[in-house]
Every structure is written in C-alpha cells, then in structure tokens.
C-alpha cells in the first residue's frame, strides 16, 4: 500500500489548515502522525473504516480527522493552529490503532506566531 499525502504549509497561529491522504488500497486504519524537531513521533489521530475515531488530547477540539472509503482517502482538518503543532505530519495506514503498517512521506506544517 501506498500512502500520498498533501496539504502541508505556512499558516499564522490561528489559522487552519487542511491534510490530506490518499491510500493506494483499502486500510481498516487512517491515522495521522506528527514528528516535532527533536522529540518523538506521536500519534494525532486515527479513523477506523467504519468511522471509530482515536483522537490524541492535546488536538481534541480543534483538530478533526474524517475519511472517505470510496476514495482511500483520510483527512486532517486542523483549526486554531499554535506553534506547537509545528511538526512533519505522517500519513499512516494499518490494521489498528498502533498497528501502523505502512506511511507515507511527511508533509511539513509551520505554525508561525
């Protein structure tokens, strides 16, 4: 399975920004990580296939994953950016929620103050 994401980029905090992810195949798991300068890769959403969401803290109320099963396609609506959210957001695809099988490259989201 491939993994191809887009929607990375520059915004104000504040701001909001749209990720997206299209898989080469059908995925029980879409989930989104991100890896910050530093520290480790951390989990920021996952969707199952049937719409079950696993939504880290720190992102809950401003960040919302959906999926589109007909399109292979997971995305991350990211509102009320702060610079902490400065990070490289990784596509991944698996069979559960820490099963991540496969990713995509990352694409680079910069938060400015």
């Known amino acids: 399975v491939q993994l191809q994401a887009s929607g990375g980029g520059l915004v104000q905090a504040g701001g909001s920004l749209r990720l997206s992810c299209t898989a080469s195949?059908?995925?029980?798991?879409m989930a989104w990580h991100r890896q910050a300068p530093g520290k480790q890769r951390e989990l920021v959403a996952a969707i199952s296939r049937g719409g079950s969401t696993n939504i880290a803290d720190y992102v809950k109320g401003r960040f919302t994953i959906s999926r589109d099963n007909a399109k292979n396609t997971v995305y991350l609506q990211m509102n009320s950016l702060n610079p902490e959210d400065t990070a490289v957001y990784y596509c991944g695809a698996g069979s559960g929620w820490y099963n991540i099988n496969y990713w995509g490259k990352g694409t680079l989201v910069t938060v400015s103050s």
């Open positions: 195949g059908s995925i029980f798991v």
